[in-house]
């Protein structure tokens, strides 16, 4: 556990990698917080790296993308993930939309 949106506070954390993987993130709970995050994110994906995020809602799938499209990255894919695990409301579950961002 620790803050996202200053990955600088953790040494263990790579500088730089080839593949940033954000899951289940609740943007709904604070979207300014998760544009950090996703921010961190960019600044430590390879410029041919990709991050890939998952949500657990359409909602929060729809958030995240506004969220990018204020960041330097492009969304190169989205979709639904025929694969999620339904959870106990029918709106929600787990992996239940997939992204894929690059670096601009």
């Known amino acids: 556990a620790g803050d996202a949106t200053d990955l600088s506070k953790y040494p ?3 500088q730089k990698a080839d593949a940033v993987v954000i899951r289940h993130q609740q943007i709904s709970d604070n979207k300014q917080v998760w544009t950090k995050i ?3 994110a960019l600044e430590r994906v390879t410029p041919e790296g990709i991050i ?11 958030m995240a ?6 960041l330097p990255c492009e969304v190169v894919f989205t979709q639904a993930n025929s694969y999620a695990k339904p959870l106990s ?4 579950s787990v992996d239940r939309n997939i992204a894929i961002i690059k670096k601009k």
Do not use: M, N, R, Y
Not at 52 to 62: A, C, N
Not at 65 to 70: G, S
């Open 12 to 14: 263990q954390v790579p």
């Open 52 to 62: 890939l995020i998952t949500s657990v809602s359409d909602i929060e799938h729809k």
């Open 65 to 70: 993308l506004e969220a990018l499209q204020k």
């Open 89 to 92: 409301h029918k709106e929600i």
């Open 38 to 40: 996703f921010g961190q």
